[in-house]
């Protein structure tokens, strides 16, 4: 069973986080974030000034800095990002508040060739 590791509210941090378990923050983190192979909750209130990797992103506080995920990045109706997100699939809450660049990558299938 995996365990959560969580940066509660009142916790503040400048440099870098790192971790092999999924992660939940409540506080404030500046610097980076990087979430090997798990998933990274920011919560309602959480603020992260930092550049962020993780499996799968999960936004409900404010961000600002760029938010990288192998596979999405969910943005809750509370969250306010300022910055880029970069997954192969994002959804977007309504109420969410997003400023920056979306990208999902090339996601075109090759065609399959037509015989002559």
């Not at 969910?74 to 990002?81: F, S």
Request: charged share 25%; aromatic share 0%.
């Amino acid at each position: 069973m995996d365990s959560i590791a969580r940066i509660g509210t009142t916790i503040q941090i400048k440099g870098e986080v790192t971790s092999r378990e999924p992660l939940v923050i409540a506080g404030k983190v500046q610097g980076t974030v990087d979430v090997e192979g798990h998933a990274l909750t920011l919560d309602p209130g959480g603020r992260l000034d930092a550049n962020i990797i993780a499996r799968t992103i999960v936004i409900a506080g404010t961000v600002k800095g760029s938010l990288t995920a192998e596979a999405r990045i969910v943005v809750k109706d509370t969250a306010t990002i300022e910055g880029e997100l970069s997954a192969p699939a994002i959804s977007l809450a309504e109420g969410a508040t997003v400023s920056g660049k979306i990208d999902t990558g090339d996601r075109k299938k090759p065609g399959l060739s037509l015989a002559s």
